[in-house]
C-alpha cells in the first residue's frame, strides 16, 4: 500500500474538465455545487453536506477551524475523482470544494456531489468521494470547546462517524 500512496502524490492527474475541486476560506453553496454537478445526461445528482455540529463526542464545541495542504489536497480530490470513474464509469461530474478558516456551527465544511445517469450509482460514489476524502486528504481541523480549549485533529484520523 506505500507505493500506491506515494504514487498518489508524484503522478500527474489530469481532472476531467467537467469536475470541479476547490479550497476556500468563502463560504460554500449548495446551488453552485449543484449546478457544477448537474449535466443533461444526468438522472441523479446526488450531494452530501457536511457541516460543524455543535459536539464531538458529546462534549460542546462552538467552532471549528480547518486547515490544509493545498496543492496535496487537490490532487487527492483528482485522484478520488479519477477512482470514481473507474468504479462507476458513467459518472458525469465530479464536484468536491472544501472550506477552510474558523467556522461556526451549522456552517458548510464541506460539498461532495456527482452527477450520474443512475442513482444507485450517484449514491455510492458519492459517499465513496467522502469516505476516501476523510481518509487521505491532508486536511486538518480544530475544534474549540465550550470551555475554551481547543485541539487538532486530522479528518483521516476520523472514523465512520466524523
Known amino acids: 500500500m506505500k507505493a500506491a500512496t506515494a504514487t498518489l502524490f508524484t503522478a500527474s ?8 475541486f476547490a479550497i476556500s476560506f468563502a463560504p460554500l453553496s449548495l446551488e453552485e455545487i449543484y449546478k457544477l454537478a448537474d449535466d443533461p ?14 459536539q464531538t463526542n458529546g462534549l460542546p464545541v462552538v467552532a ?3 486547515q490544509a495542504y493545498e496543492p496535496m489536497a487537490m490532487r487527492v480530490f483528482a485522484q478520488i475523482a479519477s477512482e ?7 459518472v458525469n461530474r465530479v464536484v468536491i470544494h ?5 467556522l461556526q456551527v451549522g456552517e458548510i465544511s464541506v460539498l461532495v ?11 455510492e ?16 481541523k ?20 466524523c
Not at 41 to 54: C, D, P, Q, W, Y
Request: charged content about 25%.
Open 13 to 20: 492527474i489530469q481532472p476531467h474538465p467537467k469536475d470541479s
Open 41 to 54: 445526461a444526468n438522472g441523479a445528482v446526488v450531494v452530501m453536506s457536511g457541516t460543524v455540529r455543535n
Open 64 to 66: 471549528l477551524e480547518y
Open 84 to 90: 470514481i470513474r473507474t468504479y462507476w464509469p458513467d
Open 98 to 102: 472544501h472550506r477552510i478558516g474558523r
Open 113 to 123: 456531489a456527482v452527477g450520474c445517469p443512475h442513482r444507485a450509482e450517484a449514491f
Open 125 to 140: 460514489a458519492c459517499r465513496y468521494a467522502i469516505d476516501t476524502l476523510k481518509h487521505k486528504a491532508p486536511i486538518w
Open 142 to 161: 480544530k475544534e474549540y470547546a465550550e470551555d475554551g480549549s481547543s485541539s487538532w485533529v486530522s479528518i483521516g484520523n476520523c472514523q465512520q462517524k
